[in-house]
Protein backbone atom coordinates (compact mmCIF):
# COMPACT_ATOMS: atom_id res chain seq x y z
CA UNK A 1 0.00 0.00 0.00
CA UNK A 2 2.99 2.81 1.00
CA UNK A 3 4.62 1.64 -2.51
CA UNK A 4 1.66 2.46 -4.20
CA UNK A 5 1.17 5.82 -2.27
CA UNK A 6 5.10 6.54 -2.63
CA UNK A 7 4.72 5.91 -6.65
CA UNK A 8 1.43 7.89 -7.02
CA UNK A 9 -0.21 5.47 -8.80
CA UNK A 10 -3.00 5.30 -6.01
CA UNK A 11 -5.20 7.64 -5.20
CA UNK A 12 -6.75 6.11 -2.16
CA UNK A 13 -4.99 8.17 0.43
CA UNK A 14 -7.58 11.40 -0.58
CA UNK A 15 -10.37 9.16 0.22
CA UNK A 16 -9.10 8.57 4.11
CA UNK A 17 -11.79 10.10 6.69
CA UNK A 18 -10.86 10.97 9.68
CA UNK A 19 -12.39 12.82 12.90
CA UNK A 20 -12.23 12.96 16.56
CA UNK A 21 -13.61 14.48 19.57
CA UNK A 22 -13.09 17.74 21.33
CA UNK A 23 -14.61 19.19 24.13
CA UNK A 24 -15.77 23.41 23.25
CA UNK A 25 -16.07 25.20 26.37
CA UNK A 26 -17.84 29.06 26.32
CA UNK A 27 -18.25 31.38 29.11
CA UNK A 28 -19.91 35.28 29.13
CA UNK A 29 -16.89 37.44 30.22
CA UNK A 30 -17.81 40.32 32.62
CA UNK A 31 -15.88 43.36 31.15
CA UNK A 32 -14.39 45.82 33.24
CA UNK A 33 -17.19 48.57 32.51
CA UNK A 34 -20.01 45.87 33.36
CA UNK A 35 -18.00 45.09 37.03
CA UNK A 36 -17.28 48.53 38.13
CA UNK A 37 -18.89 49.89 41.63
CA UNK A 38 -19.32 53.05 43.02
CA UNK A 39 -17.60 52.69 46.97
CA UNK A 40 -16.66 55.60 49.13
CA UNK A 41 -13.38 57.60 49.31
CA UNK A 42 -12.34 55.87 52.47
CA UNK A 43 -13.75 52.39 52.06
CA UNK A 44 -12.52 49.47 50.97
CA UNK A 45 -12.59 48.05 47.43
CA UNK A 46 -15.39 45.71 47.44
CA UNK A 47 -14.58 41.33 47.23
CA UNK A 48 -14.84 39.84 43.69
CA UNK A 49 -16.06 36.59 43.63
CA UNK A 50 -14.03 34.39 41.52
CA UNK A 51 -16.39 33.12 38.51
CA UNK A 52 -16.01 29.07 37.50
CA UNK A 53 -13.77 29.25 34.54
CA UNK A 54 -16.47 27.77 31.76
CA UNK A 55 -20.23 28.53 31.74
CA UNK A 56 -21.00 25.43 29.63
CA UNK A 57 -19.01 22.62 27.51
CA UNK A 58 -20.41 20.58 24.60
CA UNK A 59 -19.10 17.64 22.72
CA UNK A 60 -18.56 17.57 19.03
CA UNK A 61 -17.25 15.31 16.54
CA UNK A 62 -15.25 16.75 13.82
CA UNK A 63 -14.08 15.00 10.39
CA UNK A 64 -11.59 16.12 7.52
CA UNK A 65 -10.41 13.94 4.74
CA UNK A 66 -7.02 15.72 2.68
CA UNK A 67 -9.44 18.29 0.99
CA UNK A 68 -10.52 20.18 4.21
CA UNK A 69 -13.13 19.76 6.65
CA UNK A 70 -16.31 17.70 6.03
CA UNK A 71 -18.88 18.15 8.91
CA UNK A 72 -19.13 18.49 12.38
CA UNK A 73 -21.67 17.18 14.75
CA UNK A 74 -22.03 18.38 18.26
CA UNK A 75 -23.31 15.70 21.19
CA UNK A 76 -26.84 16.52 22.82
CA UNK A 77 -26.85 17.90 26.23
CA UNK A 78 -25.98 15.00 29.46
CA UNK A 79 -25.46 12.47 26.39
CA UNK A 80 -22.58 9.95 26.78
CA UNK A 81 -20.74 8.66 23.38
CA UNK A 82 -21.15 5.94 22.32
CA UNK A 83 -21.70 3.35 19.48
CA UNK A 84 -24.79 3.76 19.15
CA UNK A 85 -24.73 7.53 19.09
CA UNK A 86 -22.02 7.21 16.34
CA UNK A 87 -24.27 4.53 14.24
CA UNK A 88 -27.39 6.44 14.85
CA UNK A 89 -26.45 9.96 14.41
CA UNK A 90 -23.46 10.88 13.90
CA UNK A 91 -22.18 9.00 10.99
CA UNK A 92 -25.31 9.16 8.83
CA UNK A 93 -24.65 12.96 8.97
CA UNK A 94 -21.12 12.73 7.64
CA UNK A 95 -22.21 10.11 4.87
CA UNK A 96 -25.03 12.80 3.58
CA UNK A 97 -21.91 15.97 3.95
CA UNK A 98 -19.71 13.34 1.65
CA UNK A 99 -22.54 12.31 -0.80
CA UNK A 100 -23.31 15.87 -1.11
Known amino acids: MLKGFATGSSRAVSEILTGDETWIYHYDPE ?3 M ?3 WVEEDAPPPTK ?3 ARSVGKQMW ?3 FRSSGFVEA ?3 EDRKTVT ?3 Y ?3 CL ?3 ITAIES
Do not use: G, Q
Open 73 to 75: VAL
Open 61 to 63: AIF
Open 83 to 85: ADW
Open 35 to 37: SKE
Open 31 to 33: TRR
Open 87 to 89: TTV
Open 49 to 51: VRR
Open 92 to 94: PKV
